[in-house]
């Protein structure tokens, strides 16, 4: 029975193996991680992370040939094949600070890889890594010169939150990188037995190290240059009297474009999009590219434009102040169908917001309270200029408050900020939501999920992204 562990319990690690074991039950998979609380969510009836179908497949594997371990020496030693689905945020001091990938957590599990194998291995890595990466692991992996042959591929993953189970279900790829060597070569063939079971072959897609590394690198930076492109033509909207609704269908049923990803928002969030074109940035500026580093640095750049513009259109609205004003807050999460707040534009935007004073009335299905207390009190990296941090913002009771429902966090504001786009808000009742807000009552919709005509006609004053704001 071949044997998997995977070194990360998170987001990734988790669902991906909980999917390879569905569909593979006759090989054995062992996810492990340090954070014990993690482990143990793991292994009860409360997952540690939301994602829609995620706990029908982990109570149907749990304790057949899937196991959550905190003991992870114990199972890297025993695996055939070792995946590595650790954090690789961006750093935060030091060279690079602000833009390069921080591989410490990498460092370390290479290291404990090399130091509790006794048999050969292939080490995938599965976390998003800057390109070149493989080659400082394999030296890593082969330092105590154990007579151990560790052969590595790169196997990035492509699955968005809140679509995980779907994704991995039926990906539009898989890719899997190795050496061209017989080793890197019978590796890549291993590792597209245990996809075979379920992907179709001429989904999975093999290539060189370095071109699957810089691949999802490429695929986040376009992705979130997409969303730059569409939120810039969305101040241009308003500017004109355009639709950006409108001009993205009329685009996007050009072939050449397509109509996905084609959504103006309050701004791009998640924990990978802005560290991931960062870390491309900084891999140009290494390689001598500053022109090409500038060009993906107005992606991540247009994106703070956009949510400090989302910021100032409210204020501004509001008669140039919001100081003391109720603002309720609809959605922290920074997508549907997910509980993850990092790189959230609802943390900017509430930042900013409590910047002019306002208070605080937040809703999320998903987000817990602590969770957006702890975001809102975390000191903000400001990647553009690492020296600064900036200070964090008071989250006492009295500026910040948490609502179980829409209409409770709606009560007596004066205006409401719809910051995630669940379907709730689509099919709120708008008319009670008006009835229990003061007057005038302002909307400002930071996703353009709600019937902005309706809304006019009930007396709403509304602003939505790249809409026009008389019509
Ligand atoms: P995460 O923070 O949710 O999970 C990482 C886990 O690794 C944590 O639980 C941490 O405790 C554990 N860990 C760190 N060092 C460890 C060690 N030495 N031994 C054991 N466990 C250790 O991160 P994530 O969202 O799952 O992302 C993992 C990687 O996948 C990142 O590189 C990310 O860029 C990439 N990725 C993420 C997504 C996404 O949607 N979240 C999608 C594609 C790729």
Not at 433 to 446: E, S, T
Request: with cysteine; hydrophobic share 40%; net charge neutral.
């Amino acid at each position: 029975m071949v044997k998997i562990c995977c070194i990360g319990a998170g987001y990734v690690g988790g669902p991906t193996m909980a999917v390879i074991a569905l569909k593979c039950p006759k090989i054995e998979v062992v996810v492990v991680d340090i954070a014990t609380p993690r482990i143990t969510a793991w292994n009860s009836d409360h997952l540690p992370i939301y994602e829609p179908g995620l706990d029908e497949v982990v109570k149907e594997c749990r304790g057949k040939n899937l196991f959550f371990s905190t003991d992870v020496e114990k199972h890297v030693s025993e695996a055939d094949i070792v995946f590595v689905s650790v954090n690789t945020p961006t750093k935060t001091q030091g060279l690079g600070a602000g833009k390069a990938a921080d591989l410490t957590y990498w460092e370390s599990a290479a290291r404990m890889i090399a130091d509790v194998s006794k048999s050969d291995k292939i080490v995938v890595e599965k976390s998003t890594v800057p390109v070149k990466t493989a080659e400082a692991i394999e030296r890593i992996l082969t330092h105590n010169n154990k007579g151990i042959n560790f052969t590595i591929l790169s196997n990035p993953e492509f699955l968005a939150e809140g679509t995980a189970i779907k994704d991995l279900f039926n990906p539009d790829r898989v890719l899997i990188g190795g050496r061209e060597t017989p080793h890197g070569q019978k590796a890549i063939e291993s590792l597209r037995d245990v996809y075979a079971h379920w992907v179709p072959k001429d989904r999975i897609i093999c290539t060189n190290l370095w071109s699957a590394e810089l691949s999802k690198l490429a695929a986040n930076a376009f992705l979130a240059q997409r969303i730059s492109s569409v939120n810039a033509m969305s101040a241009l909207c308003e500017a004109t009297g355009a639709d950006v609704s409108q001009v993205s269908h009329s685009i996007g049923t050009d072939s050449r474009i397509g109509p996905k990803f084609l959504s103006a928002s309050v701004g791009f969030g998640g924990s990978c999009f802005q560290k991931d074109i960062l870390n491309l940035v900084y891999i140009c500026e290494c390689n001598g590219l500053p022109e090409v580093a500038n060009y993906w640095k107005q992606v991540v750049k247009v994106n703070d434009y956009q949510k400090s513009r989302f910021v100032n259109r409210v204020v501004s609205s509001m008669f140039n102040t919001v100081s003391t004003k109720k603002i309720a807050i609809l959605g922290f999460a920074f997508k549907k169908d997910t509980g993850d707040t990092r790189e959230t534009p609802a943390i900017d935007v509430c930042k900013g917001l409590l910047g002019d004073k306002a208070k605080l009335s937040i809703y999320d299905p998903q987000v817990t309270e602590s969770q957006i207390t702890k975001d809102l009190s975390m000191k903000k990296y400001d990647w553009d200029h690492p020296a600064h941090l900036q200070p964090p913002s008071p989250t006492s009771k009295k500026e910040v408050s948490f609502a179980f429902d829409a209409y409770e966090a709606v009560k007596d504001a004066h205006g409401v900020c719809i910051l995630t786009e669940w379907d709730e808000f689509k099919n709120l009742d708008y008319q009670k939501v008006f009835d229990n807000m003061q007057k005038p009552a302002f909307i400002f919709d930071g996703r353009n999920v709600v019937d902005v005509k309706k809304l006019r006609e009930i007396g709403f004053i509304v602003y939505s992204i790249g809409k026009p704001l008389d019509s």
